[in-house]
Structures are given as C-alpha cells and as structure tokens.
T-cell receptor, first 114, second 110 residues
Framework: DAMVIQNPRYQVTQFGKPVTLSCSQT?????MYWYQQKSSQAPKLLFH???????NEADTPDNFQSRRPNTSFCFLDIRSPGLGDAAMYLC?????????????FGSGTQLSVL | TQLLEQSPQFLSIQEGENLTVYCNSS?????LQWYRQEPGEGPVLLVT?????EVKKLKRLTFQFGDARKDSSLHITAAQPGDTGLYLC??????????FGTGTRLKVLA
C-alpha cells in the first residue's frame, strides 16, 4: 500500500547530541511537511518542501533543519536538541491538485531528550 | 492569522453516549477538514466540507459546516471505545499551510 513511513518510531537522544529523523513516501506527492506535536496539542508546522523548494516557518528555530534529497525522502535534523524539543514529529505529504487536497501523515517519531 | 478554536478541549464519556465537538474560526473558511489522531499514530482525514450548510455522514459521525462557513461541528452517535483519539479541525486553504485547530481529546470508556 502507498504510504508515508517514518523511522524510527521512538528515538532517544542526549541533550545537545545531533539527531536525524527520516521520512519516506511511496505516494509520489510533491509536497512534504514536518510537524512538531507536543502533549496532544495540535501539530505545529515546522517547514515544508514543494518539490525541491524549501519553505521555513518564521517561528521555526534555527536548530531545526531539513533535507529532501529526492521526491521520496525527507529528513529532519535537530542540530542540538534541548529538553524542550522532546515531542512527536510528524511527516506528512500532499499532492497539488488544484482542489480537494489533503494531508497524508506518517505514524510519527516520538523523540525523547535526556 | 486565522485561529481555529475547538471545544471542548477534553471529553470523557461512556460507551453508547452521543457527543458533539465544535470548531470555530474568526474568519470564513473556504473549506474545512476534520482529522482523527489515534494514540501513537498520525492524524487521518475523516472528511472535507466545502459548502455552507453542508452535512456529511460517515457511519456514526455527522459533520456539519455552518451556513456562514465560520464554524463546523462533528457529532458522534453511540460512541465506542474505538472512537477514542484527538479530533482536529483544519483549514487547508493556505498555500501548503494547513492550520490546525486546538484539538479535542476524546476518551470513550467501555
């Protein structure tokens, strides 16, 4: 089945130790998103890619970076994780159709910072 | 920036009860989506409503879009434990900037 896959499901890192979260999709969607979700709050958009064009939200900390080497893969790099970065990180995709668009989410990566 | 307020924030009910969740905005929606997020999973789209006054049904779930397209409701009939999760409304009209509501966390007790 076509889907959005995130690895790993659970990630534990140490304070200040760089960590990379990965996302892959078999939907061939041109837009990929990274969301941060804390404690059952609404997902907060960090950035998105439209094809290779990167779009950063104004309030996304510089500590967060992203890479999209090809259509299928997207990575979230946290350069120096702090305790406040512990959260669920959700990857999502959508396809630009000119209407009736929706988000397809992965199962998320739960990040713990010790 | 459009704000989407959902109410109630938390809801704990017994199996078989009915409930309604609300999503309100300070602005007019061009369309509105409802997602459900089960514990430990990503959100999944339930429905998209587009026309003011529109009503859509999905089994025991009934979605209504306000006539003025500034509010929406989700009604669940005879709730079941499998309905437990975080319900999110979302405005998909921004350019690749889905704005999510504040969320309603529902727990259905067996």
């Amino acid at each position: 089945d076509a889907m959005v896959i995130q690895n790993p499901r659970y990630q534990v890192t140490q304070f200040g130790k760089p960590v990379t979260l990965s996302c892959s999709q078999t939907l061939n969607h041109n837009v990929m998103y990274w969301y941060q979700q804390k404690s059952s709050q609404a997902p907060k958009l960090l950035f998105h890619y439209y094809d290779k064009d990167f779009n950063n939200e104004a309030d996304t900390p510089d500590n967060f970076q992203s890479r999209r080497p090809n259509t299928s893969f997207c990575f979230l790099d946290i350069r120096s994780p702090g305790l406040g970065d512990a959260a669920m990180y959700l990857c999502a995709t959508s396809r630009v159709t000119g209407g009736d668009e929706k988000l397809f989410f992965g199962s998320g990566t739960q990040l713990s910072v010790l | 920036t459009q704000l989407l307020e959902q109410s109630p924030q938390f809801l704990s009910i017994q199996e078989g009860e009915n409930l309604t969740v609300y999503c309100n905005s300070s602005s007019v929606f061009s369309s509105l989506q409802w997602y459900r997020q089960e514990p430990g999973e990503g959100p999944v789209l339930l429905v998209t409503v587009v026309t003011g006054g529109e009503v859509k049904k999905l089994k025991r779930l009934t979605f209504q879009f306000g006539d003025a397209r500034k509010d929406s409701s989700l009604h669940i009939t005879a709730a079941q434990p499998g309905d437990t999760g975080l319900y999110l409304c979302a405005d998909p009209s921004g350019t690749y900037k889905y704005i999510f509501g504040t969320g309603t966390r529902l727990k259905v007790l067996a």
